[in-house]
């Protein structure tokens, strides 16, 4: 009746009634997911599930038959087209790319690239050189892409300015461009010898040529034979067909690791530079992932005491998984609108998760959506620069005056020997324990197998170990197997087209199999049969075959840098290391009450852990290889000092001559705004009791026992009490 009156209202007001479905799945046995994942949020009605699934034509005309055939077909058909044929054709996301403007870009990055071309070798250019970075520069600024460049390189000089680096990610350091216009340390040229003094350098000896596709790092040290200064190494031998396309028109997407520390000030300066209501956090949306999905299905059934078959319950479990659950935003991207258009344009803004007190504002759509129309900026948080900061901050040597292919430092890749202490003594065969990238029990596996020697060899490894199916059941195989050395690993995916053209296969088609193999698309009948043509063995197809993700050698050159500089430190400085390690990487993890107690303590936490086996957490096994580095730490002879109400800092250890001194926060449980508050309450003086040191900072009763238990108040009385004789 009540739709009868809806259609008797319309004939009256002569407006046109159009029949809907409420519909929310597809299929009318997909019901079943809808129950299942209103049970799992706690709806008490779940079952009691209307048949809200989308209906076709003949369905839609069975149901609405009550109000005849005629009126039925009117709702249904007719009405329904009517109102569509009125609207306009509409795309809710706007087609064409609206990249944000810089004046004079163009001629900016050109001027900020040879400036610095000219600082490091010289004016004129050696033809190298000039070739490369004219080639880039030449087919960036033609496909309108330089505002990108000038962006990034304002963000990174930025927080160089204020004392951070920042590491490039992807294949950002595959550009020439990049490099020299500050944005990357990476230097993609070919393994060369460059004097900083008179700028002489050399790209084409015989000594400098037998580096080809390797490390300019790790040729010998040589003086300048024009003013006798000792030259400088440099170059990675990376191709820019990896980041800019085969004909370099591919649209750069330059990613960036700030510190952690820094990042919100790195998001705040881009308001800076496109100005308030142009800069929005990229969206995200949430899905039930598949494990969350299986405990739905299972509460479900357990809830109803029924017990399905395991493949039915895999079945419902896939049905469900992948079904929006909540809105987020990235890590670290940011959506950039030009200052003539407005968000809105292309899409709503919102509040992450409809929380209407964040202070978040992000995009509605999820960033992939309209990452092709907007310029989407990823600047993501990072330890590495956090760590650098730090080290440069206790010691005053800037790390990127650290010498790549120092020797002793290569030698930590390998064995402990460098840090004065055997493999028995730190129950571990490498010296690279808490070292980026290199300190997992996988790539010290990874270490053990390979036996690096030059920092080319290091590239390999960081290719390999971030790759998937590259090592495990195909690289480590082969080497294995004798078939072949780590040299001739397929390691990142610029080998393989350096590879393959140094083989004959054709440039644009080897470029296209590496392409298709770092996305794990395999080969072709006519890739196999061209690679063959060249005398590409049969153990390097079949690699190729297997491999489902490769890493860019740039990604790795840059991290490999950052990996070394901080294992250098670990050598020299290695009090400042263990600082910076305990105060960044360690942070949530440390804990006082077994870590600075003694080597005999720290070890038998560690057989605690390990005695639970499959039963261990995530947090014991992250609290394991903290406790690794804190054996190594006393192995090395050096010591904690007990936590000092007056000296320690909230979050940071700090280097003393009594040995090293744990912040407050190092006590599990007492958090790093509690650990400020005493720091700023003893500005005011000592604590004559505990009813003040209350007083003046935000501790309760329950830290401040934690703060007896460990020793920290001893000698502090809980009252100031008078007797009277």
């Not at 170990?465 to 390691?491: C, F, M, P, R, Y």
Request: glycine share 8%; with cysteine; charged share 25%.
């Amino acid at each position: 009746d009540f739709n009868r009156t809806v259609v008797r209202l319309g004939e009256e007001l002569g407006k046109p009634v159009c029949a809907t479905g409420d519909v929310h799945f597809l299929d009318p046995e997909d019901e079943i997911y809808r129950r299942i994942i209103m049970a799992g949020k706690g709806f008490k009605d779940a079952d009691e599930q209307a048949q809200l699934y989308l209906r076709t034509t003949e369905e839609m005309l069975k149901e609405f038959e009550y109000l005849g055939s005629k009126k039925a077909e009117e709702v249904v058909i007719t009405n329904t087209n009517k109102i569509a044929d009125m609207c306009e054709r509409i795309s809710p996301v706007r087609p064409d790319k609206c990249p944000p403007v810089i004046e004079n870009s163009d001629g900016m990055l050109r001027e900020i690239c040879y400036n610095k071309a000219n600082r490091m070798y010289g004016d004129p250019l050696p033809p190298i050189v000039k070739e490369r970075l004219d080639r880039e520069l030449n087919s960036i600024i033609s496909n309108g892409y330089a505002v990108m460049y000038i962006i990034a390189q304002k963000l990174v000089w930025k927080s160089n300015e204020d004392g951070y680096l920042v590491g490039s990610r992807g294949s950002v350091g595959s550009s020439f461009v990049a490099t020299m216009s500050g944005i990357t340390e990476v230097n993609p040229l070919h393994a060369h010898y460059l004097c900083t003094h008179c700028k002489y350098s050399d790209f084409d000896s015989p000594e400098v040529q037998a580096f080809s596709g390797r490390g300019g790092c790790d040729m010998p040290d040589k003086d300048c034979p024009v003013c006798g200064h000792k030259l400088r190494k440099d170059g990675h031998d990376i191709p820019f067909q990896t980041f800019l396309g085969f004909e370099g028109d591919k649209e750069p997407d330059i990613d960036l690791n700030f510190s952690g520390d820094y990042q919100q000030q790195a998001h705040a300066y881009t308001e800076v530079l496109f100005g308030k209501g142009k800069v929005f956090k990229a969206g995200t949306i949430g899905t039930l992932a598949d494990k969350t999905a299986y405990g739905f299905v299972k509460k479900y059934f357990d809830a109803r005491e029924i017990t399905p078959h395991n493949a039915e319950i895999q079945r419902l479990t896939e049905g469900c998984t992948g079904v929006k659950r909540t809105t987020g935003q990235h890590p670290g991207g940011l959506m950039v609108v030009p200052s003539d258009h407005d968000i809105h344009e292309f899409c709503p803004i919102q509040r992450p998760a409809n929380d209407v007190n964040s202070t978040v504002t992000t995009t509605h759509f999820d960033y992939h959506s309209i990452s092709g129309r907007l310029l989407k900026l990823d600047l993501l948080g990072h330890d590495d620069p956090t760590v650098i900061r730090m080290l440069y901050d206790l010691t005053g040597v800037n790390p990127q005056d650290v010498p790549l292919g120092d020797p002793e430092t290569m030698s930590l890749f390998e064995s402990p020997k460098a840090l004065g202490v055997t493999e028995e003594e730190i129950n571990c065969k490498t010296g690279t324990l808490g070292i980026p990238e290199f300190g997992t029990k996988f790539v010290r596996g990874m270490l053990i197998d390979t036996k690096p020697k030059t920092f080319a060899d290091l590239l390999r490894i960081s290719g390999l170990s971030h790759g998937t199916d590259v090592w495990l059941g195909n690289a480590q195989t082969l080497i294995e197997n004798g078939t072949i050395t780590l040299k001739e690993t397929i390691s990142t995916r610029d080998s393989i087209m350096i590879y393959l053209i140094n083989k004959g296969v054709e440039k644009k088609k080897s470029f296209k199999i590496m392409e298709k193999v770092r996305k794990g698309k395999g080969l072709t009948e006519e890739d196999i049969a061209d690679m063959k043509a060249s005398d590409v063995p049969d153990w390097y197809i079949e690699s190729c075959q297997k491999i489902k993700y490769m890493f860019p050698k740039a990604h790795a050159a840059a991290y490999v840098m950052m990996a070394f500089r901080i294992a250098y430190f670990k050598i020299n400085y290695p009090e400042a290391y263990y600082a910076s390690y305990f105060s960044v990487r360690a942070c949530d993890d440390f804990d006082y009450s077994c870590m600075c107690q003694g080597i005999d303590v720290a070890r038998d936490a560690i057989r605690e852990i390990q005695a639970k086996g499959q039963e261990a957490t995530a947090k014991d096994k992250n609290k394991q290889t903290v406790l690794e580095i804190v054996v190594e730490f006393y192995a090395r002879g050096f010591k904690f000092c007990p936590i000092d109400l007056y000296r320690s800092d909230a979050k940071n250890f700090l280097p003393t001559e009594e040995g090293l001194l744990p912040p407050f926060s190092s006590l599990q449980g007492l958090g790093v705004n509690a650990a400020q508050s005493i720091v700023e309450g003893r500005k005011d003086g000592e604590f004559n009791t505990l009813e003040e040191l209350k007083e003046r900072t935000s501790l309760g009763r329950s830290l401040i026992d934690l703060l007896k238990e460990n020793g920290v108040l001893d000698g502090i009385p809980e009252t100031n009490q008078l007797c009277l004789f």
